[in-house]
């Protein structure tokens, strides 16, 4: 089967996207072939792009992707010939139109769970399931901060918050991506080019700020996560949009009143098959109910993956992004 691909010799801008056409084979003992379908562009594949991230060179993009198993290697029972599957890694390599994936990477779609949903959500879904339940524990009447509230992440993240019974502020940088906020169901929408984002949490929350703030930028709003926490809560800085946060006075923590700040990945969330089952199934179920309506704001052919990039870091999307093989 011939198939194209992805894949970078060296890190840089979206110019360093490259492809190849392979010739696929037969996969070997515990892997299986799958043609994909839909593919999930997410910010971390610009950190394996751009340096963020070190990752071995030359090496393929992508960690979500949706399709069809067409064969199986030896040893891969739970999974035939026919079956939808999606997978989030955490092997890269996805921006393809069929490859090779381990087949414990490998999640069978339930039958109301579309492909473009899966390739869209599934690891924006369990990363938004692991920050809100296994890592804040966000509990029902508490307000929440959510910057980015119309990104990718951030439409599932307000839609979960307000399925466990949060109240959700949100920030956004336009009037369109207020609107999807509140579309969402954020409760408050603050566009932070505009006003003052963490005085208008202290006016909302009565001076006292808020348990918990998940912030998906990084170095650009790390002042500003503080000033909007509340004594003794959560920053939860799961991103790296506008920079890393690097140099931390642990002090400062101690300034704003005795804050927490943690830096979860996904994967040490979803490290035992067990936990990857039970987080994925939570995902299915939340969107399979409607509590967690995907949006899919744009769609690109696999082939202008490079374009994606530029956009996405340039803050011209919003919800999630697929690349279509």
Request: with cysteine; charged share 20%; glycine share 12%.
């Amino acid at each position: 089967m011939q198939a194209i691909q992805a894949y970078i010799e060296k890190q840089g801008g979206p110019e360093v996207i490259e492809w190849r056409e392979v010739a696929l084979g037969t996969p070997g003992p515990g892997q299986v072939l799958v043609r994909q379908t839909a593919v999930g562009l997410n910010y971390i594949d610009t950190y394996h792009r751009d340096g963020t991230y070190p990752v071995e060179l030359p090496g393929g993009l992508g960690m979500e992707a949706a399709g069809e198993v067409l064969s199986v290697g030896e040893g891969v029972h739970a999974l035939e010939p026919g079956d939808r599957v999606a997978t989030f890694g955490p092997e890269r390599s996805a921006y393809a139109s069929a490859r090779f994936v381990k087949a414990s990477s490998l999640f069978k779609l339930p039958a109301d769970i579309e492909d473009e949903t899966a390739a869209a959500a599934l690891l924006k879904g369990c990363t938004v399931e692991a920050l809100v339940e296994r890592c804040a524990k966000v509990e029902a009447g508490w307000p929440v901060l959510v910057h980015a509230a119309a990104g990718g992440v951030g439409l599932i993240l307000v839609q979960w918050l307000k399925a466990v019974g949060a109240t959700v502020i949100g920030t956004v940088s336009t009037e369109a991506k207020e609107h999807a906020a509140r579309e969402a169901g954020a409760d408050h929408v603050i566009r932070y080019k505009e006003e003052d984002v963490a005085a208008h949490v202290r006016e909302i929350t009565d001076g006292q700020g808020v348990p918990v703030t998940f912030d998906g930028i990084g170095m650009a709003t790390w002042e500003v996560s503080l000033k909007a926490t509340a004594r003794r809560g959560l920053i939860v800085s799961y991103g790296n949009a506008g920079g890393p946060v690097s140099g931390v006075n642990l002090g400062i923590l101690a300034q704003h009143g005795s804050q927490f700040v943690t830096r979860p990945t996904l994967f040490d969330y979803y490290l035992d098959p067990g936990e990857r089952a039970a987080g994925a199934a939570r995902v299915f179920e939340m969107i399979g109910s409607g509590a967690v309506e995907v949006t899919i704001g744009q769609r690109y052919p696999l082939r202008e993956a490079a374009r994606a990039h530029e956009d996405l870091e340039a803050g011209r999307t919003t919800g999630s992004t697929l690349l279509v093989p």
